[in-house]
Nanobody, 118 residues
């Protein structure tokens, strides 16, 4: 069983940068991928980024390429999300998730709130 705990959210101003972290307890196998999603009020959950645990290859949706960078630290069992040039529309609860490729994401954290003021 894998447990994920996010941290690093908070209230920031537009233009700031923020780094979110997700720490996993339990073993992450080489065929796993870890990802970040976000959900704002009244909207569906949105895929932000993912990374292959073994190869470290990142994936981003075309709509979010450029300001988001995902990385992982295998030794510390953590995955991070760097967000630059934050915008008010980035305000959301950010969730960390894990899946065994090619299955759907089945492990989810509780989320961390990011609020960007204009």
């Amino acid at each position: 069983q894998l447990q994920l705990v996010e941290s690093g959210g908070g209230l920031v101003q537009a233009g700031d940068s923020l780094r979110l972290s997700c720490t996993a307890s339990g073993r992450i196998y080489s065929d796993y991928a870890l990802g970040w999603f976000r959900q704002s009020a009244g909207r569906e959950r949105e895929f932000v980024a993912s990374i292959d645990w073994s190869r470290g290859r990142p994936y981003y949706p075309d709509s979010l390429k450029g300001r988001f960078t995902i990385s992982r630290d295998n030794a510390k069992n953590t995955v991070s999300l760097q967000i630059n040039s934050l915008k008010p529309e980035d305000t959301a609860v950010y969730y960390c998730a894990a899946r065994q490729v090619p299955h759907d994401y089945s492990y989810w954290g509780q989320g961390t709130q990011v609020t960007v003021s204009s």
